[in-house]
T-cell receptor, first 113, second 115 residues
């Protein structure tokens, strides 16, 4: 079955540091890949997505590239802010099970001023 | 516009009781999903509706769990004979048509505690 493995947290960075959160996946066929974010006290919301190999999703300074050869979708940001402190979830959905998204366990990011 | 709403936001019940959790999706979204999130874990798929019908219920853990969406809009997740292990946050999401690359819009969740 499908699975998503995320870098274990928590991750603590200083403001303006470079962020990478690793995500690798196992899926049948060619899934769509997502990063969701959950800010403190709020619900899950989409951060970015990529629907085919070599696509790059980007939003709010975050980027992730769909790498089919390494089955990865690592999240990066060049300079984090305190307001980026949140839990980040990597997820996939595949064409044979369109409604069923599979999520990683989440990575908690804390950015200190 | 209004997002996905869920009621109640919190529910405390006793072991063995019956509970209903409600989800009101974004207007016009035909696809609706239920997930369960335990502490420290990612959301776990339960069931997916396309319109009024359950297109995939493979994530329901056992026959104590049941969900309906009779008019293709609001959905209710029903849990019979609740157990302490059912304690979790139950998330609902909706998307426009339910395709694999579509964005799912999540509600704030219902936090269920079974004593």
């Amino acid at each position: 079955g499908n699975s998503v493995t995320q870098m274990e947290g928590p991750v603590t960075l200083s403001e303006e540091a470079f962020l990478t959160i690793n995500c690798t996946y196992t899926a049948t066929g060619y899934p769509s890949l997502f990063w969701y974010v959950q800010y403190p006290g709020e619900g899950l919301q989409l951060l970015l997505k990529a629907t085919k190999a070599d696509d790059k999703g980007s939003n709010k300074g975050f980027e992730a590239t769909y790498r089919k050869e390494t089955t990865s979708f690592h999240l990066e940001k060049g300079s984090v802010q305190v307001s980026d402190s949140a839990v980040y979830f990597c997820a996939l959905s595949d064409r044979t099970n369109a409604g069923k998204s599979t999520f990683g366990d989440g990575t908690t990011l804390t950015v200190k001023p | 516009g209004a997002g996905v709403s869920q009621t109640p936001s919190n529910k405390v019940t006793e072991k063995g009781k019956y509970v209903e959790l409600r989800c009101d999706p974004i207007s016009g979204h035909t696809a609706l999903y239920w997930y369960r999130q335990s502490l420290g874990q990612g959301p776990e798929f339960l069931i997916y509706f396309q319109g009024t019908g359950a297109a995939d219920d493979s994530g329901l853990p056992n026959d104590r769990f049941f969900a309906v969406r009779p008019e293709g809009s609001v959905s209710t997740l029903k849990i019979q004979r609740t157990e302490r292990g059912d304690s979790a946050v139950y998330l609902c999401a909706s998307s426009l048509r339910g395709g694999p690359g579509e964005t799912q819009y999540f509600g704030p969740g219902t936090r269920l505690l079974v004593l």
